[in-house]
């Protein structure tokens, strides 16, 4: 039954240990989301895409399998890495063997996040939403997206605090990143999100949903009234506001 799964699902590793989480344990951490699970992170489009190559083809990858896959692919400061991260020492191997398998240059392109997406969201066009993405990954604008970057985004949109989060997705939607988000950036960035999911499977939204959304978020974040919003105002709105912070979760599955 569902219990059981639950329990399975909330020991946290992405390379699954399953049965192992006492239950005990667990009564602790009920009003706590379990989204360290491994089936939390599968959900993740770049965490598939990074796995998909480690997974011997055809099978449903046992942990076991899985675990074969972390042999002795070490990135330099792997243990820097796992101190700057939420992910362990195997997951960061395994996360770093699929990687080079995927981008064997050790870097990702703008042009491999286009396919990735378009590959999970063939009902929609992922372009112009691969593209936000990408720049809000690529911190210093430069193209390309190292491991160690891909890792620290990955591990604060998967296992970040809400706070972490909130500042990771303002960053995304600052597309000029100058510290403020205009209406227009933040249309800019739904309606993206709304292209990519398809208008058939995405029967919550109307076709005029991202400018009324945009336009009810916005008044709200935009408490002084001089028509940009500030990190300040996003993190003081998000957090005071239930409905922007399911957003904000909904935003959590497109990445």
Avoid at 95 to 105: I, M, V
Avoid at 141 to 165: C, M, P, Q, W, Y
């Amino acid at each position: 039954g569902q219990p059981a799964e639950e329990t399975k699902a909330s020991d946290g590793s992405l390379l699954g240990d399953p049965g192992h989480t006492p239950l005990s344990k667990k009564e602790g951490v009920k009003w706590q989301r379990p989204r360290l699970s491994r089936q939390a992170l599968m959900r993740c489009c770049l965490i598939k895409w990074i796995l998909s190559s480690t997974a011997p083809q055809g099978s449903d990858s046992s942990d076991s399998e899985l675990e074969l896959s972390t042999v002795r692919h070490q990135p330099e400061g792997l243990d820097q890495l796992q101190a700057q991260t939420k992910f362990t020492k195997k997951e960061l191997q395994s996360l770093y063997r699929g990687f080079k398998n995927e981008c064997p240059t050790g870097l990702v392109d703008e042009d491999t996040f286009k396919l990735i997406y378009s590959q999970f969201f063939p009902q929609g066009d992922a372009t112009t939403y691969a593209h936000f993405l990408f720049n809000a990954f690529d911190a210093d604008g430069n193209g390309a997206i190292h491991f160690e970057d891909f890792v620290v985004g990955l591990s604060i949109l998967l296992r970040g605090t809400v706070h972490e989060k909130l500042k990771w997705a303002f960053n995304l939607y600052d597309i000029n990143k100058d510290g403020y988000i205009t209406k227009e950036e933040m249309l800019a960035i739904m309606k993206s999100i709304y292209d990519m999911m398809g208008r058939h499977t995405y029967p919550i939204l109307r076709e005029d949903a991202p400018a009324e959304h945009v336009e009810r978020f916005f008044q709200k974040m935009d408490r002084n009234k001089d028509g940009v919003v500030t990190i300040e105002e996003f993190l003081e709105t998000c957090q005071k506001d239930e409905n922007i912070m399911s957003s904000m979760q909904l935003f959590e599955n497109v990445i």
